[in-house]
């Protein structure tokens, strides 16, 4: 936020703000009673987001949790973290 908010409102505001883009903005609403087959079931998309620079290298993993059904491709598909895989 960087600065000190001069009033309470700015206060409220400034909270919302930051919560609608650091929080509200990564949640996806789901129906949770679909078959994990069903074409509508689109929660378990296969992506992260961050809105910062995250720099890491995979030393630095300790544990990849991935689907049981994903672990054998995951493991081929990156054998220097097939050690550390946790479906």
Known sequence: ?????????????????????????????????????????????REWRCDISVNF???DVRAVVVHPDFAGRCAADFSELSDRLRP
């Open 1 to 45: 936020m960087g600065t000190r908010p001069s009033t309470e409102d700015e206060a409220v505001h400034l909270m919302a703000s930051t919560f609608e883009r650091q929080f509200l903005a990564y949640l996806k609403p789901f129906n949770s009673e679909l078959p994990h087959d069903h074409r509508d079931n689109y929660y378990a998309e």
């Open 57 to 59: 290298a995979l030393s």
